[in-house]
T-cell receptor, first 114, second 114 residues
Framework: TQLLEQSPQFLSIQEGENLTVYCNSS?????LQWYRQEPGEGPVLLVTVVTGGEVKKLKRLTFQFGDARKDSSLHITAAQPGDTGLYLC??????????????FGQGTILTVHP | DTGVSQDPRHKITKRGQNVTFRCDPISEHNRLYWYRQTLGQGPEFLTYFQNEAQLEKSRLLSDRFSAERPKGSFSTLEIQRTEQGDSAMYLC????????????FGPGTRLLVL
């Protein structure tokens, strides 16, 4: 069973601060996805990282995939109240009929105070 | 809107009643997934379809749960004899079967069993 562990579980910061969320596993993933979810809504895809060592930027968000494809990080620069939400990492199972089924981390609840 | 849609968005029911949820995937997507999410946690896989074939069911899916995708388009998830522990957000996602596929989520159905 492939597991993803996210840290921290909760993050409460002031507007303008920087933060990093980590997603770790003992298993290799073919790709990792980051989602953001607001209360009462479904997860919205932010990015998919595919290649070991890959770095992707989305405005103030920087995503990195570990060289061994076992971990990923999300860094937010100068956080804003609009960044508040639940951040989830997820990776697809590989092989057999489970291919494509996503395993999610437990999520990081981010609150950015004005 | 050409995204994944789910109906209803909210459902309140009494313990012991049956409920049915519907998911309409993105039109050209041939894979459809159901997940369950409890408050503050990441989604957990329930089952998935490739076209009309149900390829995998999680251990979380007890005998009271059944899912169908009769014509390979929309899908329904039925819960019989609901229990309070069934209260959760039920999420549907769809994807196009390609390597390193991306799943797109609907807004979810929030179920509350009283």
């Amino acid at each position: 069973t492939q597991l993803l562990e996210q840290s921290p579980q909760f993050l409460s910061i002031q507007e303008g601060e920087n933060l990093t969320v980590y997603c770790n596993s003992s298993s290799v993933f073919s790709s990792l996805q980051w989602y953001r979810q607001e209360p009462g809504e479904g997860p919205v895809l932010l990015v998919t990282v595919v290649t070991g060592g890959e770095v992707k930027k989305l405005k103030r968000l920087t995503f990195q995939f570990g060289d061994a494809r076992k971990d990923s990080s999300l860094h937010i620069t100068a956080a804003q109240p609009g960044d508040t939400g639940l951040y989830l990492c997820a990776g697809p199972n590989a092989g057999g009929t489970s291919y494509g089924k996503l395993t999610f981390g437990q999520g990081t609840i981010l609150t950015v105070h004005p | 809107d050409t995204g994944v849609s789910q109906d209803p968005r909210h459902k309140i029911t009494k313990r012991g009643q049956n409920v049915t949820f519907r998911c309409d995937p993105i039109s050209e997507h041939n894979r459809l997934y159901w997940y369950r999410q409890t408050l503050g946690q990441g989604p957990e896989f329930l089952t998935y379809f490739q076209n009309e074939a149900q390829l995998e069911k999680s251990r979380l899916l007890s005998d009271r749960f059944s899912a169908e995708r009769p014509k390979g388009s929309f899908s329904t998830l039925e819960i019989q004899r609901t229990e309070q522990g069934d209260s959760a957000m039920y999420l549907c996602a769809s994807s196009l079967r390609v390597i390193k596929e991306t799943q797109y989520f609907g807004p979810g159905t929030r179920l509350l069993v009283l």
